[in-house]
């Protein structure tokens, strides 16, 4: 019997991904963990050098958003509930900001390059943010970026995901159950305008919180 995709990925909202260690590991080898009641402090992400490619197909680096504050989080156009969810606080965190929202550049950066192409990232991100930008890239540039943030993420195959929909079959086209899901860290990651990492933000920081963080961050 096929597996409905959301009630899968549904039933792994109740675990999140353990802080990845400071050093070693690789990617796809993150432990998962129940949440706790209440999210412990984060450290600021380390930042550093990276080449990706957005949205409009351009490939950027890290200096191309110096100048100006980076709120980054790393996700895929594939995720049912998580990564639009999170999305949308990073977005209403922007709108909270108000003009002060013109010094900060939103960032989505694919976990899931081999689906995310730039034209993909591109209708998806405009759902969201005007100012939001996506970020793609080869495998060993994400995970190179990744590992720079601390994040962690891996492919969960789903027997049955791939199946082929029957009403897509009649009309000749693909199905819209991708094989898999990506599970990822959930965290959004706040960079100064020099690329300094300054916060780190788990999930289910309110959309206030965050950009009154942000604000106080800012004025130091």
């Given at each position: 019997?096929k597996?409905?995709?959301?009630?899968?990925?549904?039933?792994?909202?109740?675990?999140?991904?353990?802080?990845?260690?400071?050093?070693?590991?690789?990617?796809?080898?993150?432990a998962?963990?129940?949440?706790p009641?209440?999210?412990?402090?984060?450290?600021?992400?380390?930042?550093?050098?990276?080449?990706?490619?957005?949205?409009?197909?351009?490939?950027?680096?890290?200096?191309?958003?110096?100048?100006?504050?980076?709120?980054?989080?790393?996700?895929?156009?594939?995720?049912?509930?998580?990564?639009?969810?999170?999305?949308?606080?990073?977005?209403?965190?922007?709108?909270?900001?108000?003009?002060?929202?013109?010094?900060?550049?939103?960032?989505?950066?694919?976990?899931?390059?081999?689906?995310?192409?730039?034209?993909?990232?591109?209708?998806?991100?405009?759902?969201f943010?005007?100012?939001?930008?996506?970020?793609?890239?080869?495998?060993?540039?994400?995970?190179?970026?990744?590992?720079?943030?601390?994040?962690?993420?891996?492919?969960?195959?789903?027997?049955?995901l791939?199946?082929?929909?029957?009403?897509?079959?009649?009309?000749?086209?693909?199905?819209?159950?991708?094989?898999?899901?990506?599970?990822?860290?959930?965290?959004?990651?706040?960079?100064g305008?020099?690329?300094?990492?300054?916060?780190?933000?788990?999930?289910?920081?309110?959309?206030?919180?965050?950009?009154?963080?942000?604000?106080?961050?800012?004025?130091?």
């Amino acid at each position: 019997m096929k597996t409905p995709f959301i009630a899968l990925a549904l039933a792994l909202a109740g675990v999140v991904l353990a802080p990845a260690p400071s050093q070693g590991g690789g990617e796809g080898q993150t432990a998962v963990q129940p949440r706790p009641a209440q999210a412990p402090a984060l450290k600021a992400p380390t930042g550093g050098a990276f080449t990706l490619v957005d949205h409009s197909g351009r490939t950027v680096s890290e200096r191309d958003f110096r100048g100006r504050y980076m709120l980054v989080y790393f996700g895929y156009t594939y995720c049912p509930d998580i990564c639009p969810t999170d999305l949308q606080t990073m977005a209403d965190a922007m709108d909270a900001l108000g003009p002060a929202g013109d010094r900060v550049r939103p960032v989505m950066v694919s976990v899931d390059p081999e689906r995310d192409t730039p034209a993909v990232m591109a209708d998806y991100i405009g759902l969201f943010h005007p100012r939001l930008t996506g970020l793609t890239g080869t495998r060993q540039q994400v995970a190179a970026l990744a590992r720079l943030y601390g994040a962690r993420y891996f492919k969960l195959f789903y027997p049955g995901l791939d199946d082929d929909d029957d009403d897509k079959k009649k009309d000749g086209g693909a199905a819209d159950t991708p094989g898999y899901i990506m599970r990822h860290t959930s965290n959004t990651y706040l960079l100064g305008p020099d690329g300094r990492g300054l916060a780190t933000f788990p999930r289910n920081t309110g959309p206030e919180a965050m950009a009154r963080e942000i604000r106080r961050l800012m004025n130091e």
